[in-house]
């Protein structure tokens, strides 16, 4: 366990502001890697010269994105760097209960999260896993949130605790797929700013409710709060 390292880009603590756990005290961790976003060509943003980036108006890096159904969105995620740490060090930080794993692509490392996820469990601590559901992975322990980008597998959906889906002016409810209209914990997000809440997006999303009761929305609270 001590020589076990993760690539990690970025580490805080917060609260959760998504899906089932929405108010829970949360370490974040970003790793490093992705195998959805893509840094395209061509963009009408300001280029960081250094690392050929472009930049929004936080200072971070945008990446172009696919959900499911193909549809882009910017990803402000510097998923391409990251620092080696230790599992250890990444646990002994952790004074909550809960643990979340995001990225970039998390189950990039599913080998070495399976053993962490033991050592978390032994600790008390439920580890919580974001992902595109793009890479095959089932575990024995952890929540896994499944936010499904192209080319996800249906094996995820299956393991999924929740879906969370983007909604925006180019949802279309009658095109998600049969896997994901079925699944017993869907939420659905608004597409919105960087730091801001799209009041557009949240009425299509209350419109989509109304069609899909069952269905829950997912506030991101942190935002509402201007906290990460």
């Known amino acids: 366990m001590t020589q076990l390292t993760l690539p990690i880009s ?3 603590h917060s609260l959760q502001g998504e899906g089932t756990f929405t108010g829970t005290p949360m370490h974040f961790i970003r790793t490093a890697g992705c195998n959805v976003g893509r840094h395209p060509e ?4 300001e280029i960081d010269k250094d690392r050929d980036f472009p930049i929004l108006k936080t200072g971070r890096p945008a990446y172009l994105c696919h959900t499911y159904d193909n549809r882009p969105f910017w990803c402000d995620t510097d998923f391409q760097h990251g620092d080696q740490t230790s599992v250890r060090e990444l646990l002994d930080n952790t004074w909550e ?3 979340c794993f995001t990225g970039g692509e998390p189950l990039l490392h599913k080998d070495k999260l399976d053993i962490l996820m033991d050592e978390a469990n032994d600790r008390g601590i439920l580890v ?3 992902t595109s559901g793009t890479i095959e992975w089932e575990p ?11 080319g996800y597998s249906p094996l995820m959906i299956q393991v999924a605790d929740e879906i969370k889906l983007l909604v925006d002016k180019d949802f279309h409810i009658e095109e998600v797929p049969p ?3 079925e699944h017993e914990n869907v939420f659905i997000q608004p ?3 960087e730091l801001t809440i799209d009041m557009d997006n949240f009425k299509l999303c209350q ?6 009761p069952e269905w829950k929305l997912s506030i991101q609270l942190h935002k509402f709060l201007n906290i990460r």
């Open 10 to 12: 970025e580490s805080f």
């Open 42 to 45: 061509s963009v009408t943003w």
């Open 97 to 99: 209960k809960h643990i």
């Open 128 to 130: 919580h896993i974001e």
């Open 140 to 150: 024995n322990l952890g929540w896994i949130t499944v936010s499904p980008k192209q």
């Open 179 to 181: 896997d994901i209209r």
């Open 191 to 193: 597409v919105n700013g």
């Open 207 to 212: 419109e989509v409710l109304r069609v899909k």
